[in-house]
């Protein structure tokens, strides 16, 4: 993935030159919390909270194949990743578009586990699974009989990431089609 194209929309705020590309992606790579928008197969949108990481310059989260944001994942990969502050006259709030992919490779997965553990520490230790995605994650009161659900890992590399500034007010896009 090259540099994105990088411009402040002079129609939305105040600011003067638009946000480097990689303070956004600091921001994004920091954040504790993220809030994902998928489709139903309806057309109703599907707007959940999760935990991620940001890895090789992709987003990265996992979820239960029975979730909703995973059913509707599979009929449609198109995601928005929000993450920000709910402040009007600070912060920044940043937008990701891409298209969810699923993760299978065992190498990536290793890395992508890491990533997590690294970042949110031993509550979400997860451990990669022969079948292709992760297990553990801070699952407790799992029998000792019982299968542990297999969690998919899904990667959604960036296709355009909308920077909203707070003081002062902007719009900067960073676009990498």
């Avoid at 929000?82 to 065992?106: H, I, K, M, R, Y």
């Avoid at 297999?150 to 707070?166: D, G, M, S």
Wanted: overall charge negative.
């Amino acid at each position: 993935m090259s540099e994105p194209t990088t411009h402040l929309d002079a129609r939305y705020g105040d600011a003067t030159a638009p946000l480097p590309w990689a303070r956004t992606q600091q921001l994004f790579a920091t954040a504790e919390l993220y809030w994902l928008s998928t489709v139903r197969r309806d057309g109703r949108p599907h707007v959940t909270p999760l935990i991620g990481v940001w890895h090789d310059r992709s987003f990265y989260f996992c979820t239960g194949q029975e979730e909703q944001k995973c059913r509707n994942l599979l009929d449609d990969p198109g995601v928005s990743v929000t993450t920000g502050s709910n402040t009007w006259s600070s912060g920044t709030d940043v937008v990701l578009e891409g298209s969810a992919a699923q993760v299978t490779d065992q190498y990536e997965l290793a890395e992508v586990s890491a990533a997590y553990l690294a970042k949110y520490g031993e509550d979400w230790r997860f451990e990669v699974h022969d079948e292709g995605g992760f297990v553990g994650g801070g699952r407790e009161g799992i029998e000792e009989d019982e299968t542990e659900p297999l969690a998919l890992v899904f990667r959604v590399p960036p296709e355009k990431v909308i920077a909203f500034t707070k003081d002062p007010h902007g719009q900067t896009t960073h676009d990498f089609a």
